[in-house]
């Protein structure tokens, strides 16, 4: 028999599929026999799936506790600002989606890096003289987050560490840990508004090192570091030799009394990849459509990096080619007032939450600077009928139907943490709810009872 004839068995009747195969051996072979398998179901999920652990869904999704059915539920967990109808994107930004819509050209698929035109108005929105770009320098994603995903993809192997902020952003140890990635925290210190404590992250590095993310401005903290502070950070990672991840989400939306400075532009001697994306700034998180800036004017990435994330890339064929055509338009046609109310809000909300949680015995707020949170500290020995920041959040759901995350979410124990996004009276009502639910279970701390009879 001809080695490559497809050798067909049964009557006359058309075969099935299972008594036809192809001979290429010269030898017939019994269809449904492998060597060294049997043959049964066996199907399980991947070690991935397997190592994927959100720690903000475990807190909460385990929360037994039911709202207080008398109060209104006010959430103040949720990081979509977009959730209570108060601040909504600017008509500029809508027309300009509804524009790349009608104009039926982009419907088909993108460079999986992105359309060139989009990379180059990115390259030109966010080039500064101390920090060059070009089109080359821009990778589109959809949404920060797979920005952050890829660069610790392309930085990281399996088996090498990460170092990522405490308090800091869930999905940094969510996506590395999926990977075979090890997470090492480093503190951010309250008590200087959240600056890193650098000595600490000079002791975690070792030769397994990857990268240093750095989040300015800070979720869940809304701390806004300094120029002086980053030069600090920068300054460590050049001794070390480790690239930096800059998480700039929140870049440019930072309160009057400070200013956002992008890490990039402080250095060009270490090399920075700095994540970003429409959905905070310009108030659209389901659009989906973040980037990677790529600063390595000393070239230590060179072409392995850059290609790395190229090929990373292919791997869902790019972010909304919708979004991206309207990319052009968002940028040039947003009017300044739209960021200056934007800003005005969040600021008017974290003074008023701050003040006000400021003067309620037993918490300890730190004024934020920016973004669109504030962290709040417990003292705990204040509150003794609760084990932990956990069983104080879950309590104030059930009596005053407030939702905080609590500081557990974010690796740092005893405080929790407030979105200052929602409409004013709703933070009015939310301050006014805690103020109630800490006066009914405070307590004096032992030796402290002259202090509380003041």
């Known amino acids: 028999m001809d080695p490559y004839v497809i050798q067909m068995t049964g009557s006359g009747n058309l075969p099935s599929v299972l008594d036809m195969h192809v001979n290429i051996s010269g030898r017939s072979s019994a269809p449904g026999k492998m060597k060294g398998r049997k043959a049964r179901w066996s199907v399980r999920p991947s070690d991935m799936s397997n190592k994927t652990f959100n720690p903000i869904r475990a807190i909460v999704d385990n929360m037994k506790v039911k709202p207080n059915p008398n109060k209104t539920m006010i959430a103040l967990s949720i990081g979509d600002p977009t959730v209570f109808g108060n601040l909504s994107t600017d008509p500029e930004v ?34 500064h003289p101390e920090a060059p770009l070009e089109a080359k320098d821009v990778i589109l994603t959809s949404g920060c987050s797979q920005a952050i995903e890829l660069c610790l993809a392309v930085l990281a192997n399996p088996g090498q560490n990460i170092l990522v902020p405490r308090p800091g952003f869930a999905l940094y140890r969510t996506l590395a840990e999926s990977m075979g990635i090890e997470v090492k925290c480093y503190n951010l210190l309250p008590e200087k508004s959240w600056e890193i404590d650098l000595k600490q992250v000079e002791s975690l590095v070792d030769e397994k090192t990857a990268c240093l ?60 990849l700095s994540c970003g994306g429409l959905a905070k700034r310009w108030l659209v998180p389901g659009w989906r459509l973040g980037w990677i800036l790529i600063h390595d004017r000393r070239d230590i990435f060179g072409n392995e990096i850059r290609d790395g994330l190229v090929k990373l890339s292919q791997r869902i064929l790019g972010p909304c080619t919708i ?94 943490r407030v979105v200052i996004t929602v409409p004013k009276v709703m933070m009015l009502e939310a301050c006014s709810r805690i103020q109630e639910f800490c006066e009914q279970h405070y307590h004096c701390a032992e030796g402290s009872q002259e202090e509380c009879d003041k």
């Not at 869940?220 to 502070?229: A, Q």
Request: proline letters at 6%; charged letters at 20%; glycine letters at 6%.
């Open 94 to 127: 809508t027309q300009a989606l509804k524009d790349a819509v009608d104009s039926g050209k982009y419907n088909g698929y993108a460079p999986t890096i992105g359309y060139l035109s989009s990379r180059e108005e990115i390259a030109s929105y966010y080039h």
């Open 213 to 272: 993310i750095v989040n300015n401005p800070s979720n869940p903290c809304g701390s806004v570091f300094s120029k002086s502070h980053l030069q600090k950070i920068l300054a460590v990672a050049a001794r070390q030799c480790v690239p930096i991840i800059a998480d700039e989400i929140y870049g440019d939306m930072v309160f009057s009394d400070s200013k956002f400075e992008p890490l990039a532009t402080l250095s060009s001697n270490v090399p920075i």
């Open 323 to 416: 979004v991206q055509g309207a990319l052009k338009n968002i940028l040039r046609r947003t009017p300044q007032e739209f960021y200056h109310n934007t800003l005005s809000l969040l600021k008017s909300n974290a003074d008023l939450c701050y003040g006000a949680l400021a003067a309620i015995p037993g918490l300890r707020p730190v004024r934020p600077s920016g973004a669109m949170y504030l962290m709040v500290g417990i003292e705990m020995e204040h509150f003794p009928e609760f084990e932990n920041d956990v069983e104080f959040t879950e309590r104030l759901v059930a009596e005053q139907s407030v939702h905080c995350l609590p500081g557990t979410c974010f690796e740092y124990l005893n405080f929790f």
